[in-house]
């Protein structure tokens, strides 16, 4: 047989989102792959520039539908440093413990997806069953169980409710012990052992070059965490390890994502200790009136304020559930935003895709795009 | 001998037949109760017959499915189409009924309006051969299970033809797999069927079941016993040999291009192909419609109790397919051949090895002694 070109997307089972990925095959073989992203595009940069800067916390959660949370806590970095406003440790501590859920519940849906592309079909429901605990902890507190809107520049919405900490300690208990099931499931499994040792190896020298971050990094053995590296929020105060791996390959991923949802767990149940013992504001006082709730009165006041305040330009880096996310807001005094712009980690750790997928056969191309754990809506933004 | 199933149906028809005749004029009463009529019409009932049972077990062998891999899965499988979700496939079915039935343009019209039709009759047509019990079928075909085998392995040819006339680069890759996998398949499922064929000394299904008398051949011949399942796993194909239609890499495998009532054919063709996968697993291995002699008569001598166990022992052994499915990931193309060629070729060959020497030695410490060879 000749080789030819298969469009695996827009729609097509293995793409979890609306992206192409077109494939070079001779015969099984993978000759070339081209990763075509866009179909998702809807402007979330653009759109920043014309809202207030607490209304583009909206379109942070659709950015990245499963990880709503840490692009909300990555855009608000940056948003209060380009504003100059102070956050109470409250509000970071809780920002560490929203940061981590999110992690679960980001990990839980990878591990459910990436697995059902293997054709496992239990664990796929077991993991959305887990998560949906995670969700239900969510919506606790926000109401929200995948678009939270929960963070505000100078802090958070709203406080946790009471009962929340004991809650999610059961939660995370009953996790704890999931996690043992998936890994029985999977690394017990001789097929699965077979289907993703050494397929879409991605070693540390193609990676760095060409921007991968996030456990596709770390599973090449390098110790790449920004939770450690440049701490935000309460990081520095909680401890927990960097999961590594060496093998670079599928299982290194898989390992290291089940190593750090164990981890945060570890630092869910810091945080909750924390909150527990410390009481107290978790929105900063003194904000401009005109960052308050969309579409809120502005009074007289806060258009004075707005004209006095300071411009600025703020950065952020947050350790994503899929990498290294960032963020940059251009402050130049009006009440929108200047310039906002993103850098998804998951574009690039699909862009480098010719450097793990060629050579292996169609078959490897689900475990192999499942390791990536791909959101599109964060590609396109 | 036994009640069979044409004689039941030709009870019935003559019954039909002399009962019309009573109540009709004179000379059309004469042409009714003609015996030739009779039998043609006995013969039509029997295939109605068997045709209806063997469609409602697939469908009730789907809702089975649904509701054990719901358990395993921790949900409840359908739930609200009639009790406990026992109609939701015959309301599937009928939905896939009323759908327009339509052909892509640059298919190939012949192959691909053919292949699903002779895939779904060439799978029906197995029922004819297997025996359920001992009042099903009067043994009057020596090399049942030849005809079943090969009828059985028609089937990668029907795949192919309509993978390859759909058109489409995945069901090309998809069918162009099946092919493969089949074929390689098909040499181990038969050496293992070799390994019973040699302990019973017939090719007939029904000698076989009677040579399972003193115990059933699962246990001497377990090896043959792992090759065939695994065997029949893959012919199936079923998790973790499902990659012809592995929907994350070829959207939906050799029928991607297949909708409505040819999509229907399909998914029901690969169920009754479930089925009689496991009836052979039965009828070769464990006794077919018989229990060992130390089960109380009672089990085994109400009405119908020979359908009833087989029923029984079929599901069964369907639920361990299932049970498979719900545990293991699929393998890739090249492992699965491996795994064929290497290692499921040895193994049956193994199993025949044992089959040879168990004839020779004739008593096992556990299972008891072989008949004599040829029933």
Redesign the interface.
């Known amino acids: 047989m000749s080789e030819?070109w298969?469009n695996?997307g827009p729609q097509?089972?293995?793409t979890h989102g609306l992206w192409n990925l077109r494939v070079r095959i001779d015969g099984?073989i993978i000759v070339d792959v081209d990763p075509e992203m866009g179909y998702l595009h809807r402007g979330i940069e653009k759109i920043s520039e014309d809202r207030h800067y607490n209304e583009v916390i909206t379109l942070m959660d659709r950015t990245c539908y499963v990880a709503g949370m840490a692009w909300e806590h990555l855009y608000i970095i940056a948003a209060e440093d380009a504003l100059h406003i102070e956050v109470p440790a409250r509000a970071q501590w809780i920002r560490t413990l929203t940061d981590e859920l999110q992690r679960i519940a980001s990990h839980i849906m990878w591990y459910a997806a990436f697995?059902?592309?293997?054709?496992?079909?239990?664990p796929f429901?077991?993991g959305m069953?887990d998560r949906d605990l995670v969700l239900d902890l969510f919506q606790s507190f926000t109401g929200g169980r995948l678009t939270y809107e929960y963070n505000r520049a100078g802090g958070v919405r709203n406080d946790l409710p009471n009962g929340f900490t004991d809650q999610t300690r059961k939660v995370m208990d009953w996790l704890m012990e999931r996690f043992r099931e998936y890994d029985a499931?999977c690394l017990g499994?001789e097929?699965?052992r077979?289907?993703c040792d050494g397929i879409g190896v991605l070693k540390a020298n193609d990676a760095i070059p060409l921007g991968v971050t996030g456990p596709m990094l770390r599973a090449a053995g390098v110790r790449r965490d920004l939770r450690k590296d440049r701490p935000y929020a309460a990081y520095d105060q909680v401890e927990f390890d960097v999961a590594l791996a060496d093998a670079a390959d599928v299982t290194a991923r898989y390992l290291v994502r089940m190593e750090e949802l164990r981890q945060s767990v570890r630092i869910v149940r810091q945080t909750l200790d924390w909150l527990d013992k410390n009481p107290g504001p978790v929105l900063a006082d003194h904000l401009p009136r005109w960052l308050g709730a969309p579409y809120a009165p502005v009074g007289r006041e806060g258009y004075l304020l707005k004209r006095n305040y300071p411009q600025g330009v703020g950065f952020s880096s947050v350790e994503e559930p899929h990498g290294e996310a960032q963020a940059y807001v251009v402050n130049t005094g009006g009440e929108h935003p200047y310039r906002v712009k993103f850098r998804s980690p998951v574009f690039a750790n699909l862009g480098a895709a010719k450097q793990y997928m060629i050579g292996y056969?169609?078959?490897?191309?689900?475990p192999i795009m499942g390791s990536v754990d791909i959101c599109v809506g964060e590609v396109d933004r | 001998m036994a009640v069979t199933l044409l004689s039941v149906s030709e009870d019935l028809a003559g019954a039909l037949l002399r009962g019309l005749a009573s109540v009709l004029p004179a000379p059309l009463s004469g042409w009714i109760a003609d015996p030739t009529l009779i039998t043609v019409l006995a013969v039509l009932l029997f295939c109605a017959i068997l045709l209806g049972a063997s469609m409602i077990n697939t469908i009730m062998l789907i809702w089975f499915e649904r509701k054990l891999?719901g358990r395993?899965?921790?949900?409840r499988g359908a739930m609200h189409v009639g009790y406990a979700g026992l109609l939701q496939n015959f309301a599937d079915g009928l939905k896939l009924f009323r759908k327009h039935t339509f052909r892509p343009k640059e298919a190939d019209s012949l192959g691909y309006y053919s292949g699903p039709t002779a895939y779904m009759v060439t799978s029906i047509i197995l029922f004819a051969v297997l025996p359920v019990s001992s009042g099903w079928s009067d043994g009057v075909l020596p090399l049942s299970l030849l005809l079943a085998l090969a009828v059985f392995s028609f089937a990668p040819l029907f795949i192919f033809v309509s993978a390859w006339s759909s058109n489409n680069?995945?069901s090309l890759?998809g069918g162009m797999r099946s092919a493969a996998q089949m074929i390689a398949y098909e040499v181990p499922i038969l050496l293992a069927v070799v390994a019973v064929v040699i302990v019973a000394g017939s090719f007939d299904l029904n000698v076989i079941v009677a040579e399972q008398q003193n115990y059933w051949f699962w246990g001497p011949l377990v090896v043959a016993l792992v090759v065939f399942v695994a065997g029949m796993l893959a012919e199936m194909e079923r998790?973790?040999f499902?990659?012809p239609e592995?929907?994350?890499?070829?959207?939906e495998g050799w029928n991607t291009e297949y909708g409505g009532m040819l999509f229907a054919f399909f998914m029901l063709a690969d169920y009754v192909r479930a089925l009689i996968g496991s009836i052979l697993v039965v009828l070769l291995f464990l006794g077919g419609w018989t229990l060992p002699t130390y089960v109380p008569a009672a089990l085994t001598s109400f009405p119908l109790a020979g359908i009833a166990w087989f029923m029984l022992k079929t599901y069964l052994v369907f639920a361990l397919f299932v049970w498979v499915?719900?545990?293991?990931?699929?393998?890739?193309?090249?492992?699965l051949l491996r795994i064929g060629w290497m290692r499921m070729i040895p193994l049956s060959l193994l199993a025949i090895v044992l089959a040879a020497a168990l004839v020779l030695v004739k008593c096992l410490p556990v299972f008891g002694c072989v008949p004599t060879m040829g029933g």
């Open positions: 030819m298969v695996m097509h089972p293995m099984e697995v059902q592309d293997l054709g496992l079909m239990s429901l077991y069953r499931l499994s097929i699965f077979r289907r056969r169609v078959a490897d191309i689900p | 891999l395993f899965m921790d949900r680069k995945y890759l998790i973790p499902d990659l592995a929907e994350a890499e070829l959207v499915r719900a545990a293991l990931p699929r393998v890739r193309t090249d492992q």
